[in-house]
Every structure is written in structure tokens, then in C-alpha cells.
């Protein structure tokens, strides 16, 4: 065999492992990106779940605490103390002075 020969050949043993390793990268990177998307999914799936319950339940819960707050404070609670809209109006003068400058 000549020294070309042995080349050529190494060459081609090289070249083939090259391609075998990126066939394994291109398998192992597939497997991670359906692995990741599935487990996306079901955090997904587990985070709307969630919602949903929350959305559900919840006016439902609020209510209770405000009727328990009610019976706790009395019926000023439910009249407040007027300090939102008095800051609301003071609010939206501030604003309304700092567009018209």
C-alpha cells in the first residue's frame, strides 16, 4: 500500500466518525427539545389548571372575607373611609396640571 493509499483511507475513517458523532449530537439535541417542549406543556397545562381554579374560587372567596370583614368592623367598613376617591381626585388634578406645562 502506498502512502496515499493509507491517506485516503484515514481520511475516510475520520470522515465517517465525524458523521457518526454528528448524527448522535443531532439525536441527543432532538431528545432534549422534546423532552423540553413536553415538559412545557404540562407546565402549562398545570399553570392554566391553576388559573382556572383561581378564577373560579376566588370571587367566591373574596366575598367571604369582605362578609367577614363586615361583621368584624361593622358597616363603616363597608362605607370606607373616602380617602381613594379623594385621592383619585387629587390624582387626576396633578395629571391634568402636568399635561397642560
Known amino acids: 500500500m502506498s502512502g496515499l493509499e493509507i491517506a485516503v483511507g484515514v481520511a475516510g475513517i475520520i470522515s465517517a466518525l465525524v458523521q457518526a458523532a454528528k448524527g448522535i449530537y443531532s439525536i441527543r439535541d432532538k431528545r432534549k427539545k422534546n423532552k423540553l417542549a413536553a415538559s412545557l406543556n404540562t407546565n402549562t397545562d398545570n399553570a392554566e389548571s391553576r388559573l382556572i381554579t383561581t378564577l373560579n374560587d376566588g370571587k367566591a ?5 369582605y362578609d367577614n370583614d363586615v361583621r368584624r368592623i361593622g358597616p363603616s367598613f363597608e362605607h370606607g373611609d373616602g380617602i381613594p376617591p379623594r385621592s383619585f381626585a387629587r390624582t387626576s388634578s396633578l395629571q391634568g396640571h402636568a399635561l397642560s406645562v
Do not use: H, L, P
Request: aromatic share 0%.
Open 61 to 65: 372567596e373574596v366575598k367571604s372575607e
